[in-house]
């Protein structure tokens, strides 16, 4: 069956550390993965996305990395800050009419 | 003014009552999604339009309708609410060129319906 995967614990990292968050997919081939940050009560909202044919792509603090042959991308936020503190989600598209399945998401905590 | 509103915010009611949960957009784009959230099972997909004239079943649509009344506006409706049904609910929007232009429909969220079924 088609899966991805979001590690479900919290990751609890110190102010100014860098985050990375995972996210493992099984069964799919996506032509492209996205990154969405949601905060609590709120919509999810868009950050980044990357192609299948790129292996990396950067926006200010956030990188994200794309591996087809290990089925992973990983979420990287540099010089973390608190209101660094959300979930954040992957999706994927899956090759059908431009929909996005979406993981479950990680919850980030930044302390000072 | 947000993009995209989400009509009620919050709603409590009864097994076996009819919902209509709506959503409107000022964003002028073509598609759109209505996802539920559960805890522990991420966002899912009930229903998506593409333009006025074309709807699709997502993955978990039974116990649910929806109408694209224009272009801005997709409601959802729960014909015969039951408590298994109580989630949060969140309409979002993408737009058909950003797509061919390669943006790969980036979704636009609304603030979400907290719907509680009793």
């Known amino acids: 069956s088609q899966k991805i995967e979001q590690n479900s614990e919290a990751l609890n990292i110190q102010e100014g550390k860098t985050a990375t968050l995972t996210c493992n997919y099984t069964?799919?081939?996506?032509?492209?993965l996205q990154w969405y940050r949601q905060d609590p009560g709120r919509g999810p909202v868009f950050l980044l996305l990357i192609r299948e044919n790129e292996k990396e792509k950067r926006k200010e603090r956030l990188k994200v990395t794309f591996d087809t042959t290990l089925k992973q991308s990983l979420f990287h936020i540099t010089a973390s800050q608190p209101a660094d503190s959300a979930t954040y989600l992957c999706a994927l598209n899956t090759g059908t009419a431009s929909k996005l399945t979406f993981g479950t998401g990680t919850r980030l905590q930044v302390t000072l | 003014d947000a993009d995209v509103t989400q009509t009620p915010r919050n709603r409590i009611t009864k097994t076996g009552k009819r919902i209509m949960l709506e959503c409107s957009q000022t964003?002028?784009?073509?598609?759109m999604y209505w996802y539920r959230q559960d805890p522990g099972l991420g966002l899912r997909l009930i229903y998506y339009s593409f333009d006025v004239k074309d709807i699709n079943k997502g993955e978990i649509s039974d116990g649910y309708s929806v109408s694209r009344q224009a272009q801005a506006k997709f409601s959802l409706s729960l014909e015969s609410a039951i408590p298994n049904q109580t989630a949060l609910y969140f309409c979002?929007?993408?737009?058909?060129?950003?797509?061919?232009?390669?943006?790969?429909?980036?979704?636009?969220f609304g603030p979400g319906t907290r719907l509680t079924v009793l």
């Open positions: 069964n799919y081939s996506p032509a492209y």
């Open positions: 979002a929007t993408s737009d058909l060129r950003s797509g061919r232009e390669g943006f790969a429909d980036t979704q636009y």
């Open positions: 964003k002028g784009h073509d598609r």
